[in-house]
């Protein structure tokens, strides 16, 4: 850690350049540019544009037109790839690894922001860590369109349909947002690709939904949930409510209902737990562990430390929550850059409030359900306009050229089912190794940082 000397800027540092945290980066540098010198600092180069890592992992764009470089946010700022491990809160300190290195690094904060976000939450499910899948990252993404081409690949050498079925028969557990939106295009692009595989009927192929309560998208109107519903089962998905899944097995899923369904392939995408990250801080934390904030994105009782996102629990006029989503994620970051810079020049903060514009969920086939300021829409139309609000949302001039090239092309030039080569196999031609070359510890020649 390097000293700091009178007269010295002040420092903010941002964890976490997600939704959150790359606008509230955004914007300090917009604020700050003279007053403070503003650090950005994630295990990633990338903002993850989540509501199109569907569409990145099994859909029509390619994966890497589905994340935009973080360093643009901080363009005035600095920007530090690494992994954050603790913070001092009584010493303001943030401790961090930087990419590649083995070391920890210290560096001093005047006002800290924790935009950490949240991951996927995995209930004591027997068999779930060993043979579950998430979908929560860029690599999942990929791994689901590596396996879905393997699982077809494998099922086409195969005579018995029974195997065949079990191979192709992809379960997707929770039916809000992403798992409705996975299960959706996961179907579409297993049927699509098994033109391919003359030896793959389209009979082969089942997606099945299972929610524990007793709809899907319990997020959206009743109306718009039963239209999705309608249309995934007339495709031929399995929707099933009440009913989660006991056990899994490599080639196996139990159900509530006690079922054995013969799979090998269970995606859970049931609901989300803060960052593991956030709980060795010393913040204070509710009973589900999400870091408590007032209003105005501060943490209780910690006047320089703010928290936004997925990992914080921030409350309405009305004391309800917000919603864990990437649009309020996207205002609260904006809001706390701008609450510390009034804070720095001694002038009072603002709460956050902020009434969301609606909510989308594509369903496949080039079809979705929208709320939009109170509206309900549906089918092709909704999914126009999800595809126009998402295109106007995705940062920069060129990712936005290039998504709509890949959904232009989409539909005139469909992307080959390919495997993009996450995976390869072992000198014996049947272990299959992650590829883990670019994780391999780099030691600079001193400690480099400042
Ligand atoms: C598949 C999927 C689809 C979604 N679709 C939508 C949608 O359509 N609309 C919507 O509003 N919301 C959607 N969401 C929810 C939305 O993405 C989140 O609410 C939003 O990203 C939260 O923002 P955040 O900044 O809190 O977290 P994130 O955006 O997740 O950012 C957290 C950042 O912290 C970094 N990080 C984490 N731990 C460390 C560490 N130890 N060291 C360094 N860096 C670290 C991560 O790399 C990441 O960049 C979706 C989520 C998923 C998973």
């Given at each position: 850690?390097?000293?700091k000397y009178?007269?010295?800027?002040?420092?903010?540092?941002?964890?976490?350049?997600?939704?959150?945290?790359?606008?509230?980066?955004q914007?300090?540098?917009?604020?700050m540019?003279?007053?403070?010198?503003?650090?950005?600092?994630?295990?990633?180069?990338?903002?993850?544009?989540?509501?199109l890592?569907?569409?990145?992992?099994v859909?029509a764009?390619?994966p890497r037109h589905?994340?935009?470089?973080?360093?643009?946010?901080?363009?005035?700022?600095?920007?530090?790839?690494?992994?954050?491990e603790?913070?001092?809160?009584?010493g303001?300190?943030v401790?961090?690894?930087?990419?590649?290195?083995?070391?920890?690094?210290?560096?001093?904060y005047?006002?800290?922001?924790?935009?950490?976000?949240?991951i996927?939450?995995?209930?004591?499910?027997p068999g779930l860590?060993?043979?579950?899948?998430?979908?929560?990252?860029?690599?999942?993404?990929?791994?689901?369109?590596?396996?879905g081409?393997?699982?077809?690949?494998l099922?086409n050498?195969?005579t018995d349909?029974?195997?065949r079925?079990?191979?192709?028969?992809?379960?997707?557990?929770g039916?809000?947002?992403t798992?409705?939106?996975?299960?959706g295009?996961?179907?579409?692009?297993?049927?699509?690709a098994?033109?391919?595989y003359?030896?793959?009927?389209?009979?082969?192929?089942?997606?099945q939904?299972i929610?524990?309560?007793?709809?899907?998208?319990?997020?959206?109107?009743?109306?718009?949930?039963?239209y999705a519903?309608?249309?995934?089962?007339?495709?031929?998905?399995?929707v099933?409510?009440?009913?989660?899944?006991?056990?899994?097995?490599q080639?196996?899923a139990?159900?509530?209902?006690?079922?054995?369904?013969?799979?090998?392939?269970?995606?859970w995408?049931?609901?989300?737990?803060?960052?593991?990250?956030?709980?060795?801080?010393?913040?204070?934390?509710n009973?589900?562990?999400?870091?408590?904030?007032?209003?105005?994105?501060?943490?209780?009782?910690?006047p320089n430390?703010?928290?936004?996102?997925?990992?914080?629990?921030i409350?309405d006029?009305?004391?309800?929550?917000y919603?864990?989503?990437?649009?309020?994620?996207?205002?609260?970051?904006?809001?706390?850059?701008?609450?510390?810079?009034?804070?720095?020049?001694?002038?009072?903060?603002?709460?956050f409030?902020y009434?969301?514009?609606?909510?989308f969920a594509?369903?496949?086939?080039?079809?979705?359900?929208?709320?939009?300021?109170?509206?309900n829409?549906?089918?092709?139309?909704a999914?126009a306009l999800y595809?126009?609000t998402?295109?106007s949302?995705?940062?920069?001039?060129s990712?936005?050229?290039r998504?709509?090239?890949?959904?232009?092309?989409?539909?005139?030039?469909?992307?080959?089912?390919?495997?993009?080569?996450?995976?390869?196999?072992?000198?014996?031609?049947d272990?299959?190794?992650?590829?883990?070359?670019?994780?391999?510890?780099i030691r600079p020649?001193?400690?480099?940082?400042r």
């Amino acid at each position: 850690m390097r000293a700091k000397y009178a007269g010295e800027r002040r420092r903010v540092i941002v964890l976490g350049g997600g939704f959150g945290g790359a606008y509230a980066a955004q914007e300090l540098c917009r604020l700050m540019k003279r007053d403070a010198e503003v650090v950005l600092i994630d295990r990633n180069d990338y903002l993850l544009f989540y509501p199109l890592l569907v569409e990145a992992g099994v859909g029509a764009i390619e994966p890497r037109h589905a994340v935009a470089s973080v360093r643009r946010f901080v363009r005035d700022g600095t920007f530090v790839m690494g992994e954050v491990e603790r913070v001092d809160l009584g010493g303001q300190q943030v401790y961090f690894r930087p990419v590649g290195s083995d070391r920890t690094a210290g560096l001093h904060y005047d006002h800290v922001v924790v935009a950490l976000g949240s991951i996927t939450k995995l209930p004591p499910v027997p068999g779930l860590k060993e043979f579950g899948f998430e979908f929560k990252t860029l690599a999942d993404a990929i791994v689901h369109r590596d396996r879905g081409i393997r699982l077809l690949e494998l099922a086409n050498t195969l005579t018995d349909a029974e195997h065949r079925r079990a191979l192709l028969n992809i379960l997707v557990v929770g039916a809000n947002f992403t798992g409705v939106e996975l299960a959706g295009e996961y179907q579409a692009f297993l049927t699509r690709a098994a033109r391919f595989y003359p030896n793959v009927q389209q009979t082969d192929i089942q997606v099945q939904l299972i929610e524990y309560s007793d709809r899907i998208l319990p997020a959206l109107d009743e109306d718009l949930a039963r239209y999705a519903l309608r249309v995934l089962e007339k495709r031929g998905l399995v929707v099933k409510t009440k009913t989660t899944v006991t056990e899994i097995g490599q080639d196996y899923a139990v159900l509530t209902s006690g079922e054995r369904v013969a799979t090998h392939t269970v995606v859970w995408t049931a609901g989300i737990t803060p960052n593991p990250a956030i709980r060795d801080i010393g913040l204070p934390l509710n009973a589900k562990g999400y870091i408590e904030c007032e209003r105005d994105l501060r943490v209780k009782g910690l006047p320089n430390v703010w928290a936004i996102g997925d990992a914080a629990t921030i409350l309405d006029a009305s004391g309800k929550s917000y919603a864990a989503t990437a649009q309020n994620a996207a205002r609260e970051g904006p809001l706390a850059a701008r609450n510390i810079a009034r804070t720095l020049r001694g002038q009072p903060t603002e709460p956050f409030d902020y009434k969301p514009m609606g909510s989308f969920a594509a369903i496949g086939h080039q079809v979705a359900v929208a709320n939009l300021m109170g509206r309900n829409v549906t089918g092709m139309l909704a999914f126009a306009l999800y595809r126009a609000t998402y295109l106007s949302k995705m940062p920069s001039f060129s990712r936005k050229l290039r998504l709509f090239i890949d959904w232009t092309l989409g539909r005139l030039a469909p992307l080959e089912p390919v495997q993009l080569g996450v995976h390869r196999l072992g000198a014996s031609g049947d272990e299959e190794i992650q590829i883990r070359e670019a994780d391999k510890v780099i030691r600079p020649p001193s400690a480099a940082l400042r």
